[in-house]
């Protein structure tokens, strides 16, 4: 199934955080925090203004990008979890990080 957000909504998949500390001591799943990192995988076309122009997006599928902690909507896809947030719940695209790992 493909899955295509409207307007200025984009789907994240969460890209998996380090499970040891850096003194080497191995977190739990039960006890680590959700990533605030993920990989976009789709976005919609654009939000629209009232003059009916669309504004085009800034991400675009394939970036890497942070968000808040309580951003977005958790949905499941084809038995894959994604996250589906407007784009103004992105704080940043992280330049040079492509093709990340999906969490396990």
Do not use: C, Y
Not at 15 to 22: L, M, N, P, R
């Amino acid at each position: 199934m493909s899955f295509r957000p409207l307007h200025d909504r984009v789907v994240v998949r969460r890209v998996g955080s380090d499970e040891k500390t850096a003194g080497g001591i191995i977190i739990p799943d039960t006890a680590q925090e959700k990533p605030s990192e993920g990989q976009v995988v789709s976005v919609g076309s654009g939000a629209r203004a009232e003059d009916g122009s669309i504004t085009p997006m800034d991400v675009k599928a394939g970036d890497i990008v942070l968000f808040g902690k309580w951003s977005g909507t958790e949905v499941t896809i084809d038995g894959e979890e994604l996250l589906i947030m407007k784009e103004s719940d992105i704080m940043g695209i992280v330049e040079g990080k492509k093709n990340a790992k999906k969490k396990a």
